[in-house]
Antibody, heavy 118, light 106 residues
């Protein structure tokens, strides 16, 4: 069964840090580019970051550039998002998702909730 | 940066046809993908590359893309189709989602 399972969410104060993880199973992980997509409460989907299958290329939305770092460990079938200097506007459900390059997003995880609040 | 524009909401009578649009500059030159999201659930792919249905998605779902508008069409709408729908494209090495459309089946 193809599966993505996120973890690492929680409550953090503004300016704090958090590291999200995404464990993949049921497919050839390094064949897929991987993404983080977030959804603020009651809002739409916002693409956050992308990493190539070999981990050699990374890209970020302007809203998180310089604060977030995406990485992957193909030996562990895992994707990560290091989030620093968190702001209240980063509060969202964070999904990991896989895609081909320039292709559609499938599969998706169920998300992990990040709340930035004092 | 590239932008995708969707109507906030669309209503359709039970059994009728719903059309959800996604506008973007020369979007017809891009591949458009569509996702369905029900409350409390992750998005699910319903159309890829403008008009292709993944396995398990009913034939009632179809898509088209030309000029400055892509369209998701849901025929014979059912109560279970009530959801938020998002279009998505790649713009160079960035990914763009539309703002989402809430479909209500009356």
């Amino acid at each position: 069964e193809v599966q993505l399972v996120e973890s690492g969410g929680g409550v953090v104060q503004p300016g704090g840090s958090l590291r999200l993880s995404c464990a993949a199973s049921g497919f050839t992980f390094d064949d897929y580019a991987m993404h983080w997509v977030r959804q603020a409460p009651g809002k739409g989907l916002e693409w956050v970051s992308l990493i190539s299958g070999d981990g050699g290329s990374t890209y970020y939305a302007d809203s998180v550039k310089g604060r977030f770092t995406i990485s992957r460990d193909n030996s562990k079938n895992s994707l990560y998002l290091q989030m620093n200097s968190l702001r209240t506007e980063d509060t969202a459900l964070y999904y990991c998702a896989g895609s081909g390059w320039y292709e559609w997003f499938d599969p998706w995880g169920q998300g992990t909730l990040v709340t930035v609040s004092s | 940066s590239y932008e995708l524009t969707q109507p906030l909401s669309v209503s359709v009578a039970l059994g009728q046809t719903a059309r959800i649009t996604c506008g973007g500059n020369n979007i017809g030159s891009k591949n458009v993908h569509w996702y369905q999201q029900k409350p409390g659930q992750a998005p699910v792919l319903v159309i890829y590359r403008d008009s292709n249905r993944p396995s398990g998605i009913p034939e009632r779902f179809s898509g088209s893309n030309s000029g400055n508008t892509a369209t998701l069409t849901i025929s014979r709408a059912q109560a279970g189709d009530e959801a938020d729908y998002y279009c998505q494209v790649w713009d160079s090495t960035f990914v763009v989602f539309g703002g989402g459309t809430k479909l209500t089946v009356l």
